[in-house]
């Protein structure tokens, strides 16, 4: 009898448990605060934190490859390219594209937001991460996780859990970080340029748009297929307006299943062997880097484009060239309406907000031709 219990106090999980495995608990519950009582990006901080938690509790063997439950999930949901793409799916029938083509040269603020990515992209090369690790950091300055899933998952999918992480905090943090980096690059009287009312677009347009814009971005970049063709398919099936159940299948049964999944293995990724590596713990760093030269670079683009346009646009709406759809939108449009009470940027914004999600994944598919 005292044999078996010893069989079962030695074998239990309490008597496996290491530092390391405390330091992720405590990890997971920063995360778990972060969503339910900051609300934080809770959709996918909460499914990550438990994640973390679950595979960091001893002898549960839930990423232990073909025969844990959650190596399964992540196996054919992420390392298969299954789960990003049908996120973009769920997404492009979220997403409005009139803003943009209605004002299409805010296409130019959404790739001048890229230059974040390639600086860090260097920087990650300096500070000793190789070709592959620095692509996958580089990434989170887009400020989309399913990309930067993507993309990690194929070139460094042992940073997978830090590069996600960091990606959707700092999508969560866009209204604390944003703000003093648009209030630092522009004057009181560029925040202030109220913008007219943008033109109406027809239906044929928004029809056209997703269509079109597919075939050319995947015809000079075919690596962006995977990703384009599901964002675009989405976008068709909201703007089309005949397949009303798919649309709405897509944007919510869809997404939020996917979600669950791609949460909970992005989070089971981050054991304590993994994560508790003072290089891994400097993505975290890296990523916000990224970001903030994103945000400054589609200010600085838009006070370029300024110099050559008649009717000036608002420097603000840069700063949603980062792909963090609709909250960088959101928060130029309150520090517009800030700093003066007749600016209405939202729709403005979103211009470049949705040029961004596009253009983070043409980067994306760049960095993955070159480096996979």
């Known amino acids: 009898m005292i044999k078996i219990l010893q069989d079962i106090i030695f074998s239990s999980g309490l008597m496996n448990l290491s530092l390391g495995n405390l330091v992720m608990w405590l990890i997971a519950f920063v995360l778990f605060y972060l969503a339910i009582k900051k609300q934080y990006e809770p959709l996918l901080l909460l499914p990550i934190a438990f994640g973390i938690l679950?595979?960091?509790?001893?002898?549960?063997?839930?990423?232990?490859?073909?025969?844990?439950?959650?190596?399964?999930?992540?196996?054919?949901?992420?390392?298969?390219?299954?789960?990003p793409p049908l996120i973009f799916l769920g997404l492009g029938a979220m997403i409005d594209f009139g803003p943009l083509i209605s004002n299409p040269k805010t296409l130019m603020l959404g790739a001048g937001a890229q230059v974040g990515l390639y600086v860090t992209f260097f920087a990650a090369v300096l500070f000793g991460f190789d070709l592959k690790e620095s692509a996958a950091i580089a990434i989170i300055g887009g400020a989309d996780g399913p990309t930067t899933i993507y993309l990690g998952s194929k070139l460094a999918p042992h940073l997978?859990?830090?590069?996600?992480?960091?990606?959707?905090?700092?999508?969560?943090?866009?209204?604390?970080?944003?703000?003093?980096?648009?209030?630092?690059?522009?004057?009181?009287?560029?925040?202030?340029?109220?913008?007219?009312?943008?033109?109406?677009?027809?239906?044929?347009?928004?029809?056209?748009?997703?269509?079109?814009?597919?075939?050319?971005?995947?015809?000079?970049?075919?690596?962006?297929?995977?990703?384009?063709?599901?964002?675009?398919?989405?976008?068709?099936?909201?703007?089309?307006?005949?397949?009303?159940?798919?649309?709405?299948?897509?944007?919510?049964?869809?997404?939020?299943?996917?979600?669950?999944?791609?949460?909970?293995?992005?989070?089971?990724?981050?054991?304590?062997?993994?994560?508790?590596?003072?290089?891994?713990?400097?993505?975290?760093?890296?990523?916000?880097?990224?970001?903030?030269?994103?945000?400054?670079?589609?200010?600085?683009?838009?006070?370029?484009m300024n110099l050559f346009l008649k009717n000036k646009i608002n420097p603000l709406i840069g700063a949603a060239g980062v792909s963090a759809v609709p909250m960088a939108a959101r928060c130029v449009h309150k520090v517009g309406s800030e700093a003066n009470r007749r600016n209405y940027l939202l729709m403005h914004a979103m211009g470049p907000n949705v040029a961004g999600v596009i253009g983070t994944v043409v980067a994306a598919a760049i960095l993955l031709k070159n480096l996979g």
């Open 54 to 83: 679950v595979v960091n509790l001893p002898l549960t063997y839930l990423m232990e490859p073909e025969h844990g439950l959650i190596w399964f999930f992540y196996k054919y949901g992420i390392d298969l390219d299954i789960i």
């Open 160 to 304: 997978l859990g830090a590069t996600a992480v960091s990606a959707y905090a700092y999508m969560a943090l866009v209204p604390i970080i944003q703000p003093p980096i648009m209030k630092l690059l522009t004057s009181d009287a560029e925040r202030k340029i109220v913008m007219p009312k943008l033109a109406p677009v027809s239906r044929l347009q928004k029809i056209c748009f997703p269509i079109i814009t597919a075939m050319i971005i995947m015809l000079v970049v075919p690596a962006s297929a995977p990703l384009i063709s599901m964002l675009m398919l989405g976008n068709l099936f909201k703007e089309s307006g005949v397949v009303e159940r798919l649309s709405k299948a897509a944007s919510n049964e869809l997404m939020n299943i996917v979600t669950i999944f791609l949460g909970l293995s992005v989070g089971a990724t981050m054991t304590a062997e993994v994560f508790l590596n003072p290089k891994v713990l400097f993505i975290f760093f890296l990523g916000l880097f990224a970001f903030v030269i994103s945000t400054a670079s589609g200010l600085l683009m838009a006070k370029f």
